[in-house]
Nanobody, 121 residues
């Protein structure tokens, strides 16, 4: 069983930064990716960023490329999402996901409870 706990969300002005953290417990398997996804009110959950558990490969949605960075710390068994130059359209609940592959949220098996990010204009 895998458990994911997100933290780091909050309210920030446009242009600001936030760093989200995801604490991972349980075995996720070295063949799978970890990801951050988000869901805005009234919208479908969408992929934001993914990372191979090895940490050697990352990939991003076009909407966040160049502004967001996903990383992992093996020693702390954690995954992070550094978000810079935030925009009001980044406002959403952000979820950590485990044991998946690629940029389709439906392909991820485990999910955290989410952390809210609000970007004011």
């Amino acid at each position: 069983q895998v458990q994911l706990v997100e933290s780091g969300g909050g309210l920030v002005q446009a242009g600001g930064s936030l760093r989200l953290s995801c604490a991972v417990s349980g075995r996720t398997g070295s063949s799978y990716d970890m990801a951050w996804c988000r869901q805005a009110p009234g919208k479908e959950r969408e992929f934001v960023a993914g990372i191979r558990w090895s940490g050697r490969s990352t990939y991003y949605a076009d909407s966040v490329k160049g502004r967001f960075t996903i990383s992992r710390d093996g020693a702390k068994n954690s995954v992070y999402l550094q978000m810079n130059t935030l925009k009001p359209e980044d406002t959403a609940d952000y979820y950590c996901a485990a044991m998946g592959v690629g940029s389709d949220p439906h392909l991820y098996r485990y999910w955290g409870q989410g952390t809210q990010v609000t970007v004011s204009s």
